[in-house]
């Protein structure tokens, strides 16, 4: 995904999750997934075209925010609103914050700044993503940093669950 959306290698991703979004939201509002369908027409009404896209779009697993009463504003020269204002508080619905794995260090500089001026509570919530590190390293690192910790390690000896956790030293191998 980082390639389709950030071919320039500037990218961030904020990451959140349906409900803490929901949890923002107006009464009136709805968060909805959106459907990768082909439909054309009035059926369903403005909240399904709201959250219709074509097909071709599907691997963006989408969400958006419908609010209807919004679509009976207009602006002083007759325009509809092209979106709602929602009160947001980061600390709160921010799970990370992910700097696209192939940045340079001066993005990842520059984001780790400006969060730490706008919005200091995330600052230890933002990293590289991990598609950045080795895969072999990924896999690794865990068991690296349970040996480096002095733990001793068990496996349950079942060849199908490769997981090798630390001993707990309160109980037999």
Not at 36 to 64: C, D, N
């Amino acid at each position: 995904m980082w390639r389709m959306y950030c071919p320039t290698q500037e990218g961030v991703a904020i990451h959140t999750t349906a409900q803490q979004l929901q949890a923002t939201l107006p009464d009136a509002a709805s968060l909805l997934p959106v459907s990768y369908v082909f439909e054309t027409g009035l059926e369903g009404g403005v909240v399904r075209i709201a959250s219709q896209k074509r097909p071709m779009f599907a691997s963006e697993h989408e969400w958006r925010v419908v609010d209807v009463r919004e679509i009976e504003k207009q602006t002083p020269d007759g325009e509809l609103p092209r979106g709602i204002r929602l009160n947001w508080n980061p600390s709160e619905q921010v799970g990370g914050i992910h700097i696209h794995p192939d940045a340079d260090s001066s993005l990842e500089e520059v984001v780790r700044d400006s969060v730490r001026v706008y919005a200091p509570s995330l600052t230890g919530l933002v990293r590289k993503s991990a598609m950045a590190e080795d895969p072999v390293m990924s896999f690794a690192r865990p068991l690296m940093d349970t040996l480096a910790s002095g733990q001793r390690l068990e496996s349950n000896g079942d060849a199908a669950d490769s997981a090798v956790r630390p001993h707990n030293s309160g109980e037999r191998p």
